[in-house]
């Protein structure tokens, strides 16, 4: 997949998380959302950008991902989520690619 950074260790996006994390309240919850495709006619659509939020915490730079962060969680595999759009040849050819579950934990550490 190419990206158009190069590509940052996850160590800092796992770093950024523990910093916002540690301002939380407890018991809290926060969800990011990526900004969307804005269509600029019915078979166009301008560059996407993503949120400098979401960005920050998890490095991922994808369309329709969703980064949920709750600290207080009882299962620990719950207290991050990233959900992303499901991918597969299809919307490669058509959209470009996109992460898949192992290649966003690789860029984010979640």
Do not use: C
């Amino acid at each position: 997949m190419t990206t158009k950074y190069e590509q940052i260790s996850s160590s800092l996006f796992i770093k950024n998380r523990k910093k916002f994390v540690e301002k939380m309240k407890p018991n809290s919850l926060a969800i990011f959302n990526s900004n969307d495709i804005y269509p600029v006619s019915s078979d166009s659509t301008m560059p996407f950008a993503q949120h400098r939020d979401i960005f920050y915490l998890s490095g991922v730079d994808q369309e329709e991902s969703i980064l949920l962060i709750f600290p207080d969680a009882y299962n620990e595999e719950h207290r991050e989520i990233l959900f992303l759009r499901e991918t597969n040849e299809h919307i490669a050819v058509w959209e470009g690619e996109k992460l898949t579950k192992e290649k966003a934990t690789e860029v984010s550490g979640v």
